[in-house]
């Protein structure tokens, strides 16, 4: 899989960036895509390696909230990629950013066989792309713990 947007069509795709635009009235049209393109990336790679415990970074976060808000169509993203992947919401706490998992998840997608925008991956104090997600998820715990928000159940 090279190509994210065969996984959804332009109205799906143009759907959720209107939510994500609706929380976001500051982003252009171009940057609610971009965002949304990034966190189907994010969610196919969370279904291809279920054990990876990947993390979205602020930005791909909230185009993550915005395609889960669209449930049917979430629903049949996941089962087009085989996997429910689960959403473990949290409390927002900037200081359990880890740069490392950021990275580990941008090199997972690449191993996945899709290309990653780097612009998008951000530490979640960096407000240069001004979105409404306040925090990154993570799991409790110490230095190395990854995240648990991409936990996934086995096939539907």
Not at 24 to 37: F, K, Y
Not at 122 to 150: F, M, N, Q, R
Request: glycine share 8%; charged share 25%.
């Amino acid at each position: 899989m090279t190509d994210v947007t065969a996984l959804l069509d332009r109205p799906q795709r143009l759907g959720v960036a209107r939510t994500v635009l609706n929380n976001n009235p500051r982003l252009s049209e171009g940057m609610a895509e971009r965002i949304v393109d990034e966190a189907v990336k994010f969610t196919a790679t969370c279904a291809r390696f279920p054990e990876a415990r990947l993390r979205p970074s602020r930005i791909v976060d909230e185009g993550w909230h915005a395609l889960i808000l669209h449930t049917r169509l979430y629903h049949s993203l996941c089962d087009g990629l085989g996997r429910f992947v689960h959403h473990a919401p949290e409390l927002p706490d900037p200081s359990r950013h880890n740069a490392g998992e950021l990275t580990r998840t941008q090199e997972m997608i690449t191993k996945a066989g899709l290309s990653v925008d780097d612009a998008l991956w951000l530490a979640p104090t960096d407000e240069s792309i001004p979105v409404a997600a306040s925090c990154e998820h993570s799991e409790p715990g110490g230095e190395g713990t990854c995240s648990g928000d991409c936990s996934n159940t086995g096939p539907n």
